[in-house]
C-alpha cells in the first residue's frame, strides 16, 4: 500500500500560514527545533536504560521497595518516550510547511502525538506518586504493608486517563505538526490565533484541551505541593506532640530533630526542583503562545532540549536522593582525657556528658530518607514519626539506618 499522501497542500497552507498572527519560524530556527532535541532525548535514552539495568540486574533486592518499583516503571514510560523523541519532526507529513526533516504521514504524525501525550502524562504521574508514597510512608512509619495497596491505583491511573485524552485528540484529528514533533495542534500551525485563516485540521475540543492542561498543572504543580503541605504540616504536629510528651527531652534530641527536619527539607526540595525544572519552560512558553498568539521559537526550542531531557535528569536525582540517604561515615567517639589524669569530679560530669554524647551520635548514625524508607524499628527517626521523642537515653541504639534497604 503506498504511503498515505498529506491531506496539506503545501502552496495553499504555505500561503495560510504566513497570514496567521504566528510569525513563521526562520530556517535556523526550523533546523534547531529539528535537530537540537535529539542529542538531548538520546542521552534521556540511555539515563532510563542505566536506571532499568541497575535496578533488574545490579540493585535488584531494592524493588523490594515500593519506591524503588515506582522507579522503575517511570523508567519504563521513559524509555519508549525518549525514543519518540529522538525522531523530532520525521513523523511529521511530507511537504509540511516551515517544518524541516518531515518524512512521516498523517497517520505516524498522529501515531507519534499519541504516544508523546500518553507517556508524558505516566512520567508525570509517577513521578508525582513519589511524594505521596514518602508521605503515606512515613505516617506508617515506612511499614509497607500497610500501604502497598496505592500502587495498583498508580499505575491504573498513570495510563488509563492520558489514553482517554489520546484517543479523544486523535479522533478529533488534533494531532498534527507542532514545532519539534507532533503535538496537540490544529493545522496549520497557528491558524487558530487567526480568525481569517481556516484550520484544515483539528476540531474544535477547546474546553477539553483546558481540561488536559489543567490535568497538567495538577500533576506539576497542585498535587505535588499539596502533598509537601501536608507532610509538612504533619511532621510540624508530630514535633510538637513528642516535645510534649517528652520529660526527658535534651538539647542534643532536639537538635538531632532539627537534623532531620533539615534533610527532609533538603531532599523535598531537589525532588521539586528536578521535576519543576524540566517542565517549567515548557510551561512558560505555552502560556506565552496562548496569551499573544505568538511563538518565542528559541524559548521554544530550548524548552523542548530540557523536556526531553527528563530521564537523565531523573537519574541523577534518583542517585543523588540515594546518596542523601546514606549514613554517614566516623560514628565512633573518642575521650581526649586519659583514665589517669581524671579525678572524681572529672568522672562523675564526665559520665553525664557521656550519655548525652552517645545519644547524640546515636541519632546522627542513622540515615534518612523519606522517599526510600526502611522499617526499623530501633531508629530514632522511626520514633520521631511515632511521636515518641521521651525513649530513655539508656535505649538509645548502636545504629542502623532509615532510608537504606
Not at 535556523?28 to 537540537?36: E, T
Not at 537523565?312 to 561515615?329: C, D, I, W
Not at 542513622?366 to 511521636?387: E, K, L, T
Request: proline residues 5%; glycine residues 6%; contains cysteine.
Amino acid at each position: 500500500m503506498p504511503p498515505e499522501p498529506c491531506v496539506f497542500h503545501e502552496k495553499k497552507v504555505a500561503h495560510n500560514f504566513t497570514r496567521t498572527m504566528m510569525v513563521p519560524p526562520t530556517t535556523s530556527q526550523q533546523m534547531g527545533a529539528a535537530y537540537a532535541p535529539m542529542p538531548f532525548a538520546i542521552i534521556s535514552f540511555l539515563s532510563s536504560s542505566y536506571i532499568i539495568y541497575h535496578l533488574l540486574f545490579q540493585e535488584r533486592q531494592k524493588l523490594k521497595r515500593l519506591y524503588h518499583r515506582l522507579v522503575l516503571a517511570m523508567n519504563f514510560a521513559l524509555l519508549p518516550l525518549a525514543f519518540v523523541n529522538v525522531w523530532t519532526t520525521l513523523p511529521a507529513p511530507v511537504g509540511t510547511p516551515n517544518v524541516v526533516g518531515a518524512m512521516g504521514t498523517v497517520s505516524t504524525c498522529t501515531s507519534q502525538g499519541i504516544l508523546r501525550m500518553t507517556l508524558s502524562f505516566a512520567v508525570a504521574t509517577y513521578y508525582a506518586s513519589l511524594i505521596l508514597q514518602a508521605f503515606v510512608g512515613m505516617r506508617n512509619n515506612f511499614k509497607e504493608q500497610n500501604y502497598r495497596w496505592i500502587e495498583k491505583y498508580i499505575h491504573f491511573v498513570a495510563y488509563s486517563i492520558p489514553c482517554m485524552y489520546a484517543i479523544v485528540f486523535a479522533a478529533t484529528d488534533n494531532f498534527n505538526p507542532s514545532g519539534s514533533g507532533c503535538w496537540y495542534a490544529k493545522a496549520p500551525w497557528g491558524c487558530e490565533t487567526d480568525p481569517e485563516v481556516a484550520c484544515q485540521r483539528g476540531r474544535d475540543i477547546k474546553y477539553f484541551a483546558f481540561v488536559v492542561w489543567f490535568t497538567n498543572i495538577c500533576l506539576y504543580v497542585i498535587f505535588p505541593t499539596s502533598v509537601v503541605f501536608a507532610m509538612g504540616c504533619w511532621m510540624k504536629k508530630t514535633r510538637k506532640e513528642s516535645a510534649s510528651s517528652g520529660s526527658g527531652m535534651t538539647i542534643m534530641r532536639e537538635k538531632a530533630r532539627k537534623e532531620m527536619m533539615h534533610k527532609v527539607h533538603s531532599q523535598i526540595s531537589v525532588y521539586l526542583f528536578s521535576f519543576w525544572a524540566t517542565w517549567i519552560l515548557t510551561m512558560i512558553s505555552t502560556l506565552y503562545q496562548v496569551l499573544t498568539g505568538d511563538l518565542i521559537y528559541d524559548l521554544f526550542i530550548v524548552s523542548h532540549c530540557v523536556f526531553v531531557s527528563q530521564g537523565f535528569v531523573f537519574m541523577v536525582v534518583y542517585f543523588t536522593l540515594q546518596k542523601m540517604g546514606e549514613r554517614p561515615a566516623g560514628d565512633n567517639i573518642q575521650s581526649d582525657d586519659a583514665p589517669g589524669q581524671l579525678t572524681v569530679s572529672d568522672i562523675r560530669s564526665n559520665a553525664q556528658r557521656s550519655t548525652e554524647n552517645q545519644l547524640g551520635a546515636a541519632w546522627q548514625k542513622f540515615a534518612v530518607s523519606i522517599f526510600d524508607g526502611d522499617s526499623d524499628p530501633d531508629s530514632p527517626w522511626v520514633r520521631f514519626f511515632n511521636g515518641d521523642g521521651s525513649g530513655d537515653e539508656e535505649n538509645a541504639p548502636e545504629g542502623g539506618s532509615i532510608g537504606r534497604d
